[in-house]
């Protein structure tokens, strides 16, 4: 006998519940959104000087970008293997990442990077702004799917108890 909530196929075998994979799409878009930005302009110099890439601007942000592929082809890999669907440690590693780019990319906005030491009038450009909601989306998702079920809960505990009574 199975509990009321505990999900079965079609000759009452227990099927386990799988995580939904909104958070992760979410993330996904959020990563290829982010990865984006590296390739428009992040700041603009002031003296009419030509304005420079993420990629020209500070070597942290296409490292971050491609830290989020990573994490993405980790994630997939991991929702195929896991039998929930979804790797917790792994979906707050990649939530975590996510945050600190979001704050790095506000950061850049407010202030933008590199330019104190040269003495370069800098302001924020497109690219920061794409990072941002990059950043955010892939933060959001990531929360998303780590909300989403995973390993041992309730319904492996209560299918475990009902074999036991059925032994």
């Known amino acids: 006998m199975t509990a009321p909530h505990t999900p079965t196929t079609g000759r009452g075998q227990y099927a386990p519940r799988r995580a939904k994979t909104t958070g992760l799409a979410t993330a996904a878009a959020g990563i290829v959104v982010f990865n984006i930005s590296p390739f428009l302009n992040w700041v603009n110099p002031g003296g009419g000087a030509d304005p420079r890439t993420g990629y020209e601007t500070d070597s942290l942000v ?29 979906t707050l590693v990649s939530m ?5 780019a979001t704050i790095q990319c506000l950061a850049f906005a407010l202030n933008p990077m590199g330019g104190l030491e040269r003495g370069d009038d800098l302001s924020s450009d497109i690219g920061v702004y794409v990072g941002l909601i990059g950043a955010l989306i892939w933060a959001i998702g990531s929360y998303l799917f780590a909300k989403e079920i995973e390993g041992d809960d309730e319904d492996v505990v209560h299918d475990d108890r009902d074999a036991a009574r059925n032994r």
Do not use: M, N
């Not at 997939?76 to 896991?82: Q, V």
């Not at 975590?96 to 600190?100: K, T």
């Open 62 to 90: 296409p490292f971050i970008a491609y830290l989020g592929l990573g994490l993405l082809a980790a994630l997939i890999y991991a929702g195929k293997r896991a039998r929930r669907g979804q790797h917790r440690g792994l």
């Open 96 to 100: 975590a990442v996510g945050i600190a």
